[in-house]
């Protein structure tokens, strides 16, 4: 059985109380949208988002710290995200690579930790323009799989998602065939290495919009999208999630 599409949003530093509108928006206009529906806002949005999504839209956190709980000022715990009513969280993001030094090794305890606590792990890899100049995108994705994933991943408690750096919040996207290229890559990748590799599902971000949502979610092997900035407004997230439940 084909996984269930995903059309995950992530907020990254923005939104505050008065955003969550834009849930009650996807909510009213998208009531049964026939694929799964996710926000990852900032943490202390989560719980707030949470009670105004109800059961109709999931919501995750951006990340969470390795350890259970001790004196990490700053951090959230997996458990803590959980709590708060968090079901999945994203691990890996190319931003949380540059902009805090993230190891693939750092990542895989990451989504330990994250399935220890019962969230769903969404587990980003991707190149840079120069890695992707390079010719070495195949191979940087490879590895950053072969690192970034734990013992015990399941179709049920990961996802991954493919994000090219030079794509993101640029409005630059790679062809179909690069992308194509790359999720046949990674489907083949995680035989062996996930049970039930067939049901991961395989997420495609970086500057996903509503006029090309659609050609993009016919690439083989795209059982959804990432959504940065598109995520903010129910206006551009929901044409998204309409063109991903129709693929």
């Avoid at 996807?26 to 694929?35: E, K, Q, R, S």
């Avoid at 995680?190 to 659609?214: F, M, Q, T």
Wanted: proline share 5%; net charge negative; hydrophobic share 50%.
């Amino acid at each position: 059985m084909a996984p269930r599409k995903l059309a995950a949003g992530n907020w990254k530093m923005n939104g505050d109380l008065a955003a969550l509108a834009e849930i009650d928006a996807l909510v009213a206009d998208y009531p049964a949208p026939g694929c799964e529906v996710l926000i990852c806002p900032p943490a202390l949005l989560i719980h707030p988002a949470k009670a105004r999504a109800g059961d109709a839209i999931a919501i995750g956190g951006q990340d969470c710290h390795a350890d259970a709980s001790g004196a990490h000022t700053g951090d959230i715990a997996a458990a803590q995200l959980r709590d708060a009513g968090a079901t999945h969280v994203i691990l890996g993001h190319s931003e949380r690579r540059a902009d805090h030094g993230e190891t693939d090794a750092t990542v895989a305890a990451k989504a330990a930790a994250a399935h220890a606590a019962g969230l769903v792990a969404i587990i980003c890899v991707g190149e840079t323009e120069a890695q992707r100049d390079a010719g070495e995108t195949l191979a940087v994705i490879a590895a950053q799989l072969d690192g970034s994933i734990p013992d015990g991943a399941t179709a049920a408690n990961t996802v991954i998602a493919y994000e090219p750096v030079w794509a993101i919040g640029t409005g630059r996207t790679p062809t179909t065939d690069q992308i194509a290229e790359v999720h046949a890559l990674m489907r083949e990748r995680l035989e062996g290495k996930v049970a039930d590799a067939a049901g991961v599902r395989l997420l495609y971000g970086g500057s996903v919009k509503p006029a090309n949502a659609a050609e993009i979610f016919a690439i083989p092997h795209v059982d959804g999208a990432l959504v940065g900035g598109a995520s903010l407004k129910a206006a551009d997230f929901g044409p998204i999630i309409a063109a991903l439940a129709e693929a």
